[in-house]
C-alpha cells in the first residue's frame, strides 16, 4: 500500500520514499517475531496467544513512528505523511485493544488504508470500500475473527485515518 499510495503523490520519488519508509516501518516487528519464533518463544508469526501481541505490535508501533518522522523529514508527499501516521495511530490503539480483545488487525490495516488512498487520489478512491468489506468478509470466513472483530477492526481504521488526516495537515 504504501508503494501505490507513494507513486500515485509523487511518481517514482513517492514510490522511493514509501519503500524506505516501508522498511524502516516493519523491520522491529519482523526481526522480533522471527526471534521469538526461533527460540520457541512464540508458536507462529500468527502470534495466537494474545499475551505475545503487546511487545510485537509496540515493536512494530516503533519502526511506524520511526517511518512517519522519517516521511516528515524527507518532505513526503501528505497522502504518503497519512498513510504513515494513520499506522501510527491505529498500532497506539491496537496495541492497548489487543490486551484484552482480539480486533481485526487486517481490517483495520485495510480501511486505514483505504483512507490514506482517498487523501491520495480524492473521492472516487472509495471504489475500493468493496474489497475492504471482502477482506473483512474473509477473515470472519476463515475463522479468525468474529463479525464484530472485523466491524471494530474496520471503524479504528477509518478513525486512525481521519485523525492522521488531520494531524498530518
Not at 4 to 14: E, I, K, S
Not at 32 to 40: A, D, H, K, T
Amino acid at each position: 500500500m504504501p508503494l501505490v499510495v507513494g507513486a500515485v503523490a509523487a511518481g517514482w520519488r513517492g514510490a522511493a520514499l514509501a519503500a524506505v519508509g516501508a522498511v524502516v516501518a516493519v523491520l522491529p516487528g519482523v526481526l522480533l517475531v522471527v526471534g521469538l519464533v526461533r527460540r520457541g518463544r512464540v508458536v507462529d508469526h500468527h502470534l495466537p496467544d494474545r499475551a505475545d501481541r503487546p511487545r510485537v505490535l509496540g515493536a512494530v508501533l516503533v519502526g511506524v513512528v520511526a517511518a512517519a518522522a522519517l516521511e516528515a523529514a524527507l518532505g513526503a508527499p501528505p497522502a504518503l505523511r497519512v498513510l504513515f501516521a494513520a499506522m501510527a495511530v491505529l498500532l497506539a490503539v491496537v496495541v492497548v485493544v489487543s490486551t484484552r480483545w482480539k480486533v481485526s488487525l487486517h481490517a483495520a490495516a485495510a480501511a486505514a488504508s483505504l483512507g490514506a488512498l482517498v487523501a491520495a487520489l480524492g473521492p472516487w478512491a472509495l471504489a475500493g470500500a468493496p474489497l475492504v468489506a471482502l477482506l473483512g468478509a474473509a477473515r470472519v470466513a476463515l475463522g479468525a475473527h468474529t463479525p464484530v472483530q472485523v466491524l471494530v477492526g474496520l471503524a479504528l481504521g477509518a478513525v486512525a485515518a481521519v485523525v492522521a488526516a488531520a494531524l498530518t495537515g
